[in-house]
């Protein structure tokens, strides 16, 4: 008995140390924030808006039965975040809990310059996940786009990260970016970040309001749109469409997309949609000076083929092959030069030369960006169209016109 | 000072009056001879016995001298003891001139096992057990004849630990019919099996049972040593004694197994355990038992090695979700809310968001609640127990939940929690758990899974620490031994138990032959068998 109660004792000397977490707090005292939008402040530095989850709203259980809005959005000011949370204080009964925030929301605005003094405040907060999503507000403010209901999810959050992540997976114009990467893109030296960019189209005072779930056809509703550029830390420019696809499919991000050729003078005719596609980028040195070769291997399937083709002739399918190749390859082509442009290096083609030649990479990288710019890129497309879907002749070849 | 004085002076009394009780006790040796008088014997029977009204008495004329016959009415066959004098007391040997005593010992052979008796001592012993008892005119000595004949319960399919596959019957209140029960099923001469009475009052009987040879010596004499020092006024069932002889009794967690189930016995008796029938009890208790023994149901042997093993998982997953269930519960929801996902803690927020108690307290109220239904429905008769958990079901998952007392997902973890405790095959167990659970939440509400965690560790500390006769309840987990491991987590198809369990059978260890995997026989060994013959 005397050894157990030597043991109590010493089990219950080593609790301090272990203190991280400790403190109770019921799940009725706690504001679940579920994403944070980002302002320029008028007097202050930030203006920075909470989402919070009125849980009794959007659980469709017994006792829920959601009749108001699944969320509530509260703003505060202040010259650092920390600031911002605490004067929340204020005005939520609640505890604001961050352990459940899915999405930072960053006005252009904030981006274009005091991006960097709200990303320590992410890092360093225990709570706070650095796999939370990050986005960018175009042409509106953060707040704007945090108050926006949505009405196929509930939770306005969800909808965001769940249709990034889709988007990424069935057409590639946008990825997945968390905190995370945004802080391993900022301290590298070999690679920029980048970030997705949000709108809020439609009547963007209607967003905010439950009448916008009430019909079909949603009065303001959020878009993922274009993919933003930043350079040491600031939001240098836009690529979008073909370009964004470009430059995620240079990352290896792409999963899925569409691909249309033209085909006997039609344009759009046959499109292709990649099942499996692969991006290898390596580097190569002529003359002192790095050349990068990107090598993309591609399979698909024919998807639609909108004109007269004999799809069961093999010498047809490689013509398309090729075709696809060099679309492919334009679009990629152009996703470099648009980011060279920029002379932000989003693609972490310094971080490739690093790798191959770490002694030449430390004269290079005091201007890597310059460098970056003048690079050489060649690419490489190597396309195969393996099934035709449940059709080969297409309609339009036996139509009798 | 007075009062340690006091308390002491008490103590003192209190040793007085048991040794007065002592003195008292009826089943001390009481070497007074038997009466030459057979009145005078009689009016002693009636003295002592208090003119008990279940005593019978029978007199009769036997080759001319006067006898009497007494047994207690209900333990002996009455019918027997109706024939013997219907057949064998006629008129003829009334009559007859020899030595009565001698005619006596012949004539009653027919009955059943006759023994001469010559002091008071042996004739409570005889009469007690249910034999009769004859006194003749003019000897100093009686006859004790074998007449037990008792109602008893006959052999039904078992109640708490019911089997699939297995056999149907069970143990009953009888020990003779239970030890025949399990000779059955072991029908070797190694087969030992030695009695004895425990109960100064009782006098109940005991049979050890062991099969000598793989049981272990050392601790079949613990065993008898342990029952020896019992002295206590009665044991009137296998609960009394597996908690005077067991190893710890600070400890929720069984030191002794038990079953109804002759099945079970006999293969705890081949692993070399000692069974211990106790007269009155349909429960054998076996020793040494080891905590992984009560997660072994009798079903996982009769099914195929790979079904029982997954079983036998989910049964201690089943145990872990009884103990720690519910303080699961209030650590995710108090502590932890970022380990659960996020769509998850906000249908929780939702329906806890109206619940007036905080988490501890809900959880406490319902598994009270819950515990109370159990019990209830337990001691109730049959017919009002199905009414009360019926309303107890209602009351629970519907009202409480409808008037905003309880959270729906409060009443989900109470229900996998009770469920999940169910699965322990021995109820003993599966107590250990409902108990230590309630310590589990208050930890739970106190440090989150911090303090989860130390309650396991402590668990496990003190399991640990725990002894079976003399062997360590962990085994063989901890200490670990690999050639045990075929029937702990994992059951071996068994032609691949080897192995007896450590230290429970010393020196005879191994169980099975060499070669014993099963399948077709191979093509040349066939050939040499066939040479061979």
Same mark, same amino acid.
């Given at each position: 008995?005397?050894?157990?109660?030597?043991?109590?004792?010493?089990?219950? &000397?080593?609790?301090?140390?272990?203190?991280?977490?400790?403190?109770?707090?019921?799940?009725?005292?706690?504001?679940?924030?579920?994403?944070?939008?980002?302002?320029?402040?008028?007097?202050? /530095?930030?203006?920075?808006?909470?989402?919070?989850?009125?849980?009794?709203?959007?659980?469709?259980?017994?006792?829920?039965?959601?009749?108001?809005?699944?969320?509530?959005?509260?703003?505060?000011?202040?010259?650092?975040?920390?600031?911002?949370?605490?004067?929340?204080?204020?005005?939520?009964?609640?505890?604001?809990?961050?352990?459940?925030?899915?999405?930072?929301?960053?006005?252009?605005?904030?981006?274009?310059?005091?991006?960097?003094?709200?990303?320590?405040?992410?890092?360093?907060?225990?709570?706070?996940? +650095?796999?939370?999503?990050?986005?960018?507000?175009?042409?509106?403010?953060?707040?704007?786009?945090?108050?926006?209901?949505?009405?196929?999810?509930?939770?306005?959050?969800?909808?965001?990260?769940?249709?990034?992540?889709?988007?990424?997976?069935?057409?590639?114009?946008?990825?997945?970016?968390?905190?995370?990467?945004?802080?391993?893109?900022?301290?590298?030296?070999?690679?920029?970040?980048?970030?997705?960019?949000?709108?809020?189209?439609?009547?963007?005072?209607?967003?905010?309001?439950?009448?916008?779930?009430?019909?079909?056809?949603?009065?303001?509703?959020?878009?993922?749109?274009?993919?933003?550029? &930043? /350079?040491?830390?600031?939001?240098?420019?836009?690529?979008?469409?073909?370009?964004?696809?470009?430059?995620?499919?240079?990352?290896?991000?792409?999963?899925? %997309?569409?691909?249309?050729?033209?085909?006997?003078?039609?344009? *759009?005719?046959?499109?292709?949609?990649?099942?499996?596609?692969? +991006?290898?980028?390596?580097?190569?040195?002529?003359?002192?000076?790095?050349?990068?070769?990107?090598?993309?291997?591609?399979?698909?399937?024919?998807?639609?083929?909108?004109?007269?083709?004999?799809?069961?002739?093999?010498?047809?399918?490689?013509?398309?092959?090729?075709?696809?190749?060099?679309?492919?390859?334009?679009?990629?082509?152009?996703?470099?030069?648009?980011?060279?442009?920029?002379?932000?290096?989003?693609?972490?083609?310094?971080?490739?030369?690093?790798?191959?030649?770490?002694?030449?990479?430390?004269?290079?990288?005091?201007?890597?960006?310059?460098?970056?710019?003048?690079?050489?890129?060649?690419?490489?497309?190597?396309?195969?169209?393996?099934?035709?879907?449940?059709?080969?002749?297409?309609?339009?070849?036996?139509?009798?016109? | 000072?007075?009062?340690?004085?006091?308390?002491?002076?008490?103590?003192?009394?209190?040793?007085?009056?048991?040794?007065?009780?002592?003195?008292?006790?009826?089943?001390?040796?009481?070497?007074?001879?038997?009466?030459?008088?057979?009145? *005078?014997?009689?009016?002693?029977?009636?003295?002592?016995?208090?003119?008990?009204?279940?005593?019978?008495?029978?007199? &009769?004329?036997?080759?001319?001298?006067?006898?009497?016959?007494?047994?207690?009415?209900?333990?002996?066959?009455?019918?027997?003891?109706? *024939?013997?004098?219907?057949?064998?007391?006629?008129?003829?040997?009334?009559?007859?001139?020899?030595?009565?005593?001698?005619?006596?010992?012949? &004539?009653?052979?027919?009955?059943?096992?006759?023994?001469?008796?010559?002091?008071?001592?042996?004739?409570?012993?005889?009469?007690?057990?249910?034999?009769?008892?004859?006194?003749?005119?003019?000897?100093?000595?009686?006859?004790?004849?074998?007449?037990?004949?008792?109602?008893?319960?006959?052999?039904?399919?078992?109640? +708490?630990?019911?089997?699939?596959?297995?056999?149907?019957?069970?143990?009953?209140?009888?020990?003779?019919?239970?030890?025949?029960?399990?000779?059955?099923?072991?029908?070797?001469?190694?087969?030992?099996?030695?009695?004895?009475?425990?109960?100064?009052? %009782?006098?109940?009987?005991?049979?050890?049972?062991?099969?000598?040879?793989?049981?272990?010596?050392?601790?079949?004499?613990?065993?008898?040593?342990?029952?020896?020092?019992?002295?206590?006024?009665?044991?009137?069932?296998?609960?009394?004694?597996?908690?005077?002889?067991?190893?710890?009794?600070?400890?929720?967690?069984?030191?002794?197994?038990?079953?109804?189930?002759?099945?079970?016995?006999?293969?705890?008796?081949?692993?070399?355990?000692?069974?211990?029938?106790?007269?009155?009890?349909?429960?054998?208790?076996?020793?040494?038992?080891?905590?992984?023994?009560?997660?072994?149901?009798?079903?996982?042997?009769?099914?195929?090695?790979?079904?029982?093993?997954?079983?036998?998982?989910?049964?201690?997953?089943?145990?872990?979700?009884?103990?720690?269930?519910?303080?699961?519960?209030?650590?995710?929801?108090?502590?932890?809310?970022?380990?659960?996902?996020? %769509?998850?803690?906000?249908?929780?927020?939702?329906?806890?968001?109206?619940?007036?108690?905080?988490?501890?307290?809900?959880?406490?109220?319902?598994?009270?609640?819950?515990?109370?239904?159990?019990?209830?429905?337990?001691?109730?008769?049959?017919?009002?127990?199905?009414?009360?958990?019926?309303?107890?079901?209602?009351?629970?998952?519907?009202?409480?939940?409808?008037?905003?007392?309880?959270?729906?997902?409060?009443?989900?973890?109470?229900?996998?929690?009770?469920?999940?405790?169910?699965?322990?095959?021995?109820?003993?167990?599966?107590?250990?758990?409902?108990?230590?659970?309630?310590?589990?939440?208050?930890?739970? %509400?106190?440090?989150?899974?911090?303090?989860?965690?130390?309650?396991?560790?402590?668990?496990?500390?003190?399991?640990?620490?725990?002894?079976?006769?003399?062997?360590?309840?962990?085994?063989?987990?901890?200490?670990?031994?690999?050639?045990?491991?075929?029937?702990?987590?994992?059951?071996?198809?068994?032609?691949?138990?080897?192995?007896?369990?450590?230290?429970?059978?010393?020196?005879?260890?191994?169980?099975?032959?060499?070669?014993?995997?099963?399948?077709?026989?191979?093509?040349?060994?066939?050939?040499?068998?066939?040479?061979?013959?």
């Amino acid at each position: 008995m005397k050894r157990y109660l030597l043991l109590t004792i010493y089990v219950f &000397f080593l609790l301090p140390s272990l203190t991280a977490c400790w403190n109770q707090k019921e799940l009725t005292d706690l504001a679940f924030v579920m994403a944070i939008g980002i302002d320029k402040g008028k007097n202050q /530095k930030f203006d920075v808006s909470w989402q919070l989850v009125n849980p009794g709203n959007v659980s469709s259980g017994q006792t829920g039965g959601g009749q108001g809005l699944p969320i509530a959005v509260y703003k505060s000011s202040g010259d650092t975040i920390t600031e911002a949370a605490r004067r929340a204080t204020k005005k939520i009964s609640r505890r604001l809990y961050y352990a459940h925030t899915n999405l930072v929301v960053i006005s252009e605005g904030v981006a274009k310059t005091d991006l960097l003094d709200i990303v320590d405040a992410l890092d360093r907060d225990p709570e706070f996940r +650095t796999t939370t999503e990050m986005v960018i507000a175009r042409g509106t403010s953060a707040e704007n786009l945090v108050s926006a209901l949505t009405n196929l999810d509930k939770l306005p959050v969800s909808k965001i990260t769940k249709e990034i992540k889709s988007t990424q997976n069935m057409l590639g114009e946008n990825m997945s970016v968390n905190v995370d990467d945004f802080i391993s893109g900022i301290i590298s030296s070999g690679k920029e970040p980048i970030l997705n960019g949000y709108l809020l189209m439609g009547k963007k005072e209607q967003a905010q309001k439950a009448e916008n779930l009430q019909s079909t056809k949603s009065d303001a509703y959020l878009e993922a749109n274009g993919l933003a550029i &930043f /350079k040491n830390g600031k939001l240098k420019g836009w690529i979008e469409n073909n370009n964004a696809r470009g430059a995620i499919w240079i990352l290896n991000k792409v999963k899925s %997309t569409d691909i249309n050729v033209e085909w006997n003078g039609k344009k *759009d005719a046959i499109s292709m949609a990649s099942i499996r596609t692969k +991006t290898k980028v390596s580097v190569n040195f002529k003359n002192g000076k790095p050349v990068i070769h990107i090598r993309i291997e591609d399979e698909g399937w024919i998807s639609e083929a909108n004109t007269a083709i004999d799809l069961t002739n093999p010498k047809v399918i490689e013509k398309l092959d090729k075709l696809v190749e060099k679309e492919i390859k334009r679009q990629i082509v152009n996703a470099v030069k648009a980011a060279q442009k920029k002379k932000s290096d989003i693609f972490g083609f310094g971080e490739r030369v690093h790798r191959a030649d770490p002694k030449l990479w430390n004269k290079l990288k005091r201007n890597w960006n310059e460098q970056f710019a003048r690079l050489e890129v060649n690419v490489e497309v190597d396309s195969y169209i393996r099934r035709e879907g449940i059709r080969t002749i297409p309609f339009w070849s036996t139509m009798n016109k | 000072m007075s009062i340690l004085s006091n308390i002491l002076k008490k103590k003192q009394k209190k040793r007085q009056n048991d040794n007065f009780r002592q003195m008292q006790d009826p089943g001390k040796p009481d070497e007074l001879p038997i009466h030459r008088d057979y009145k *005078d014997n009689i009016a002693r029977i009636k003295e002592e016995y208090g003119n008990s009204t279940d005593i019978s008495y029978r007199e &009769f004329k036997f080759c001319g001298s006067r006898g009497i016959a007494v047994y207690i009415d209900g333990l002996a066959s009455n019918t027997l003891i109706s *024939d013997f004098f219907m057949e064998t007391v006629t008129e003829e040997v009334r009559e007859m001139v020899t030595d009565s005593f001698q005619q006596m010992i012949d &004539f009653t052979a027919g009955l059943g096992n006759v023994e001469s008796i010559t002091n008071w001592n042996e004739v409570h012993d005889a009469i007690l057990v249910g034999n009769t008892v004859f006194f003749l005119d003019g000897f100093q000595k009686a006859l004790s004849v074998e007449t037990k004949g008792w109602e008893k319960r006959a052999i039904s399919e078992p109640s +708490t630990q019911l089997s699939i596959q297995g056999p149907k019957d069970s143990f009953t209140e009888t020990l003779r019919t239970n030890t025949a029960q399990i000779r059955r099923r072991i029908k070797s001469p190694n087969l030992w099996i030695e009695s004895m009475k425990l109960g100064t009052v %009782t006098q109940t009987d005991i049979a050890i049972m062991y099969i000598k040879g793989i049981a272990n010596e050392k601790i079949i004499g613990e065993v008898k040593e342990r029952l020896n020092r019992i002295n206590i006024d009665g044991v009137q069932a296998s609960g009394f004694l597996e908690q005077l002889f067991e190893d710890q009794t600070w400890t929720p967690f069984p030191t002794t197994h038990h079953s109804e189930r002759p099945d079970v016995i006999t293969s705890h008796l081949l692993e070399g355990r000692i069974a211990l029938v106790v007269d009155g009890t349909p429960f054998v208790v076996t020793v040494p038992a080891l905590f992984i023994q009560f997660f072994q149901a009798p079903d996982d042997y009769y099914a195929r090695f790979d079904i029982s093993t997954s079983i036998r998982l989910l049964r201690i997953l089943a145990f872990f979700i009884a103990l720690i269930g519910p303080a699961a519960y209030i650590a995710g929801t108090t502590f932890h809310q970022e380990m659960i996902p996020t %769509t998850m803690a906000i249908a929780i927020a939702a329906q806890r968001e109206n619940v007036p108690f905080p988490a501890f307290f809900e959880a406490l109220i319902m598994e009270v609640t819950f515990e109370i239904l159990r019990e209830a429905g337990l001691r109730l008769p049959r017919a009002v127990g199905q009414a009360v958990s019926i309303v107890g079901a209602l009351v629970i998952g519907q009202a409480a939940v409808q008037a905003g007392f309880v959270s729906p997902v409060m009443v989900i973890v109470v229900s996998i929690t009770a469920i999940a405790n169910f699965s322990t095959p021995v109820f003993t167990m599966a107590i250990a758990a409902r108990l230590i659970r309630f310590i589990m939440m208050g930890l739970a %509400t106190i440090l989150g899974f911090y303090g989860i965690m130390l309650g396991i560790m402590f668990m496990t500390i003190h399991l640990c620490s725990l002894r079976s006769f003399g062997v360590p309840y962990m085994m063989p987990i901890a200490p670990f031994n690999i050639r045990n491991q075929q029937d702990v987590f994992i059951r071996f198809p068994i032609w691949a138990m080897k192995n007896r369990p450590m230290f429970i059978s010393k020196g005879n260890v191994v169980r099975t032959g060499e070669n014993q995997k099963p399948g077709p026989p191979k093509q040349d060994e066939d050939q040499s068998s066939q040479g061979d013959s």
